[in-house]
Structures are given as structure tokens and as C-alpha cells.
T-cell receptor
């Protein structure tokens, strides 16, 4: 069965902390994505990656960076967390067309 | 932004009725997909329609695509309480590998 696993369901961090959100997929997919989801705004693409060590900016990359050192793992990094980054973060992977999602990480920055 | 939009934002119907939600998008696409999200969870793929198709069925789901109007609709027939969820359309523009999701329709089916 297809699996995308995000390291935490809930996370509380302080303003200014460096935050790592981890995502692992076991399907050997080339493409991986990070979205944030906010009420009324839907899913917005932060970054995506189509290969190891490759990354592309999405619509809202400011304040975020990513790392893809291995095919199965795609990390989202908040360099200095701010309260406006409080959100639900969703990771997804795909081979070509259909995207498979993790369960989401609800991050609160206080 | 290449994000699409769903309409309506929220929909409330009685069990057994049909639910229709619409999606508009901005760029030329290869495919359009519909996903479902139960409260607080990740998204699950429902159905895909390719840009050269006009209509597709899967069980109680019917999807239409009008590329000239850059719009799609999702019809759920004979709705059930378990259909209560948010529904999102997603497009993959023919310029890359990424997906862009709409803002979602929140469907409530009242038993």
C-alpha cells in the first residue's frame, strides 16, 4: 500500500526557532511537494522537487527552504519561524499524475 | 498564482440528493483531478480527467471538463453522510510536474 509519512501530526514551536518538517515516501516517486493549507485559501504550493537535490519554488516560497538528499525524503525548513507560518502543512509525492498525500502536520508558532 | 477556484465554497444538502461543485482554472493543462479531504487529514485522489476528455464516471462520481472555458464540475449522486468532506480540484499545467489545487468546496451531507 502506498505510504507518505509526515514526521509529526502536531507541532508547537516558538517564534524564531528553526523548524524541520520531514516527509518520507515508500513508492520510489520522483516528484515530491510541500503545501500549506489555510482556511479560505486552499492548498498553496511552497516548494516541489522532481529529483534528488533538485528543487523548484512554488507560489509561496518566502520564509521556507527545502532539502532532498535522498529520493524518499523531502524536508521543509522554516529558517526562523514566525506566527504567520502557523498552518497545516501537507506533503505529497507523485510518479506522474496522481498525488499521494501524508496525513498533514499542524504547526503552531507561538 | 496558478491556483484554481472551486465554487461554491460551502454546500449543504440532504442525504440522497446530488451535489455539484465547480472548478475554474487559469492555464492550459494536461489533466484535471479531484481530491477529497476529510477533516484534518491529507487528501485522497478521487478521479482524473485528461484534457482530451469531456466526461468521466466512477461509481457515484461524474466529472466534466470544458477546456475552452477552463472549468470542470464534479457531481456526486445519491449523496451519503459519509461524503461529508472538502473537495479540491487539482491541475497540472503542461509546463511542468507540479500540481495546483483550488480553494476547495466544503460539502456537508445531512442524514
Amino acid at each position: 500500500d502506498v505510504k507518505v509519512t509526515q514526521s509529526s501530526r502536531y507541532l508547537v514551536k516558538r517564534t524564531g526557532e528553526k523548524v524541520f518538517l520531514e516527509c518520507v515516501q515508500d513508492m520510489d516517486h520522483e516528484n515530491m511537494f510541500w503545501y500549506r493549507q489555510d482556511p479560505g485559501l486552499g492548498l498553496r504550493l511552497i516548494y516541489f522537487s522532481y529529483d534528488v537535490k533538485m528543487k523548484e519554488k512554488g507560489d509561496i516560497p518566502e520564509g521556507y527552504s527545502v532539502s532532498r538528499e535522498k529520493k524518499e525524503r523531502f524536508s521543509l525548513i522554516l529558517e526562523s519561524a514566525s506566527t504567520n507560518q502557523t498552518s497545516m502543512y501537507l506533503c505529497a509525492s507523485s510518479l506522474q499524475i496522481e498525488a499521494f498525500f501524508g496525513q498533514g502536520t499542524r504547526l503552531t508558532v507561538v | 498564482s496558478q491556483q484554481g477556484e472551486e465554487d461554491p465554497q460551502a454546500l449543504s444538502i440532504q442525504e440522497g440528493e446530488n451535489a455539484t461543485m465547480n472548478c475554474s482554472y487559469k492555464t492550459s493543462i494536461n489533466n484535471l483531478q479531484w481530491y477529497r479531504q476529510n477533516s484534518g487529514r491529507g487528501l485522497v485522489h478521487l478521479i482524473l480527467i485528461r484534457s482530451n476528455e469531456r466526461e468521466k464516471h466512477s461509481g457515484r462520481l461524474r466529472v466534466t471538463l470544458d477546456t475552452s472555458k477552463k472549468s470542470s464540475s464534479l457531481l456526486i449522486t445519491a449523496s451519503r453522510a459519509a461524503d461529508t468532506a472538502s473537495y479540491f480540484c487539482a491541475t497540472d499545467p503542461n509546463t511542468g510536474n507540479q500540481f495546483y489545487f483550488g480553494t476547495g468546496t466544503s460539502l456537508t451531507v445531512i442524514p
